[in-house]
């Protein structure tokens, strides 16, 4: 059982940067499914980015050009950096992975964008 902890969420402004992290509690080397989603009040669950082991990302359109995912296996860690946050990105943050596909959840972290 691998437990996922998310954290760097918080209040900004639009146009600002925050960097989601997400701590593992085992080994994510084999993880192929490892990604970040997003929810909004009144809204369902979306993905936002996805990263494969061999560190191929993908965005959703909403994120393309202004997210960047990352993964650092040597610290069981993937990354979430947002840069030029908008309003429509407030939602909680969920960090999600396994090996073929999303087994295991963070509790999520609040990104509010707001002025």
């Known amino acids: 059982q691998v437990q996922l902890v998310e954290s760097g969420g918080g209040l900004v402004q639009p146009g600002g940067s925050l960097r989601l992290s997400c701590a593992a509690s085992?080994?994510?080397?084999?993880?192929?499914?490892m990604g970040w989603y997003r929810q909004a009040p009144g809204k369902e669950r979306e993905l936002v980015a996805s990263?494969?082991?061999?560190?191929?990302?993908h965005y959703a359109d909403s994120v393309k050009g202004r997210f960047t995912i990352s993964r650092d296996n040597g610290k069981n860690t993937v990354y979430l950096q947002m840069n030029r946050l908008k309003p429509e990105d407030t939602a909680v943050y969920y960090c999600?992975?396994?090996?073929?596909?999303?087994?295991?959840w963070g509790q999520g972290t609040q990104v509010t964008v707001s002025s």
């Open positions: 085992g080994s994510i080397f084999e993880f192929n499914a």
């Open positions: 999600g992975g396994g090996r073929y596909a999303y087994d295991y």
């Open positions: 990263i494969s082991t061999s560190g191929s990302a």
